[in-house]
């Protein structure tokens, strides 16, 4: 399992790094990466993908995650299937694009042929357990794939 990352202050990161953990409890092998360290030839050889990405700016996507999330948008319809994938985005309610960038990575991911195997989960400030809920459920659904 391919397990990526968008961030500015390191949240994302933390979270997905407690996601591979918790993949490796199930027995799941996981590579977590920083999204600036990946690119769309690599999704297409991936079947199972977690994203943990928060919103900046105006909405805006961290600038780790901005060249990533140009590629895939560029790439062709289709490109992506195979790909199971759920994202997790963290946020602020105070702003009014709450969660705006995790949302752009779930409907571009589907968009491009990818199955959204787990719900997106939008996450407020105080995120650290509705985040560990949500890895756990997302882990265990991804043991359901081959
Ligand atoms: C300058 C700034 C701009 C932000 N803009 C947004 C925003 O537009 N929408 C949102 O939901 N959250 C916004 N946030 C909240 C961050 O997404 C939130 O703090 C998140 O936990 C940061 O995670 P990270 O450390 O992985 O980047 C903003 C935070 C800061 C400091």
Known sequence: MLILYG??????????L?????????????????????NVEELTGVRRLLVFCSTWGDGEQPDNAQDLFDEVSECETGTLAGL??????????AFDLFCESGKEWDA???????NRLVDRMDCDTDYEDDAAFWTEESVKQMKTVE
Do not use: C
């Open 7 to 16: 961030t500015e202050t390191g949240n994302s990161e933390l979270l997905a």
């Open 18 to 38: 407690d996601a591979a953990s918790v993949a490796r409890e199930h027995g799941i092998e996981a590579t977590v990466k920083d999204m600036e360290d990946t």
């Open 84 to 93: 199971n994938y759920g994202v997790l985005a963290l946020g602020d309610t």
């Open 108 to 114: 571009i991911l589907e968009a491009k042929g990818a």
